[in-house]
């Protein structure tokens, strides 16, 4: 069978060599791995791609891998995931829960990564969505300002990131730390923990007595979802949110999402790994790819958009810059979603394999970058 690696013409030839159906099984790239075998549900196997056009002296990423190969494995349980790593069966282990990482990390036997995903959690709220899912006829009560205040007022996120993460999350404005257009001293207005503030600005907006709402996750999804998706769904009912906790599998969840049907507030994550405009693009202003059905913005998001539209035609870097810290001051002043942390996985390794990051803030494990040990 024909390769397609690095010309469009070569995608070209094989797709009329093999056809629309053959062609969809086969996966199309120009990696520093080839695709060897799929087997749907269990593994995927490549090898080194040792044609790759970026060699081991290549100054900048990526370049030709070190690994002859790898085979990735699917165990979505977390203590079947340990119980290979710890049995040899598996070399590396993606996303353990912090207090099961550590201790391995401690016996010298295991390497434990703490990867900064630059990728910040936040639940989205309906706020562009006129009138309550819960109470025809009634008002959204996420279009008001204080009802959005008081839910990230009762998150305490340091709580969260203390004993059920890592400790070394950091929080999230909207574009993640180190995008261009990330704003220096939001820091110093952010939201906090006030539940008692909380408890009085739900009170004051009219709703005293609660507001009723689902939380939608991805079950599974992220490292340790499952507890503090239950801990914040608590913190939110302390201070009288009625809130129904909902996992999603991820297919229907995405699905939904991207056709705008959900009505309810869900977890999602910033996409770091685009530029800050492209960022804005899938989760922020109010065309986004994920955002909740748009029948109404409010003044400050439709100032959002506008800086965002002008910020696309900017060429100068300065005035672009100052364009995006305006957006990502509005949107989170405006506490367009509830703010969480910036996510942080925690990977374990036999102390055969080493992982020296080539980027700051990668946005998975660098395979391509991985080191095997002589043993």
């Known amino acids: 069978m024909a390769v397609c690696r690095q010309s469009a013409a070569g995608c070209v030839q ?3 060599e093999v056809g629309d159906e053959a062609y969809g099984q086969f996966p199309i790239a120009t990696g520093p791995f080839k695709f060897v075998e799929w ?12 044609d790759f056009y970026n060699g081991r002296d290549y100054q900048y990423a990526p370049r030709t891998a070190y690994l002859a190969g790898f085979e990735a494995r ?4 977390i203590g079947a995931r340990v119980s290979a790593l710890e049995a040899g069966e598996i070399d590396l282990a993606n996303s353990i829960p912090p207090d099961l990482a550590a201790p391995l990390g401690e016996t010298g ?6 990867h900064p995903a630059q990728r910040g959690l936040h639940i989205k709220l309906p706020m562009t969505i006129e009138e309550d899912p819960y109470n025809p006829g009634q008002p959204n009560p996420w279009r008001d300002r204080r009802v959005r205040m008081a839910a990230n007022l009762a998150v305490d996120v340091d709580a969260i990131t203390e004993n059920i993460m890592t400790g070394r999350e950091n929080y999230t404005y909207t574009l993640s730390t180190g ?3 990330y704003p220096e001293g939001l820091q110093e207005q952010r939201w906090g923990y006030d539940p008692e503030e909380a408890r009085r600005l739900l009170a004051e907006a009219g709703y005293a007595d609660g507001v009723e709402t689902d939380l939608i996750y991805l079950a599974g999804l992220y490292t340790n979802d499952q507890l503090f998706m239950e801990a914040i ?9 009625i809130v129904n906790l909902i996992p999603e599998d991820i297919s229907k969840f995405l699905g939904e999402a991207r056709d705008k049907v959900l009505t309810a507030p869900y977890l999602f994550p910033q996409s770091a790994g685009f530029t800050s405009l492209g960022s ?7 065309a986004a790819t994920y955002e909740h059905r748009v029948e109404v913005l409010t003044d400050e998001r439709a100032e959002a958009d506008r800086l965002i539209a002008a910020a696309k035609t900017e060429f100068d870097q300065d005035k672009r810059r100052a364009l995006l810290e305006e957006v990502v001051r509005i949107h989170y002043l405006e506490a367009s ?7 942080v996985q925690t990977h374990v390794s036999t102390s055969r394999l080493e992982w020296d990051p080539y980027f700051l803030q990668p946005p998975s494990v660098e395979l391509w970058n991985l080191k095997a040990l002589k043993t």
């Open 39 to 50: 087997a749907p549900d269990e593994r995927i196997v490549s090898v080194r791609n040792d």
């Open 233 to 241: 769904a608590e913190m939110l009912r302390d201070v009288g949110f």
């Open 14 to 16: 094989l797709f009329e």
């Open 74 to 77: 699917l165990i979505p349980e």
């Open 337 to 343: 979603w509830i703010f969480l942390f910036e996510l």
């Open 109 to 114: 036997d295991y390497n434990v990564f703490y």
């Open 179 to 181: 995008q261009f257009g």
């Open 280 to 286: 804005f693009a899938i989760s922020v202003d109010s």
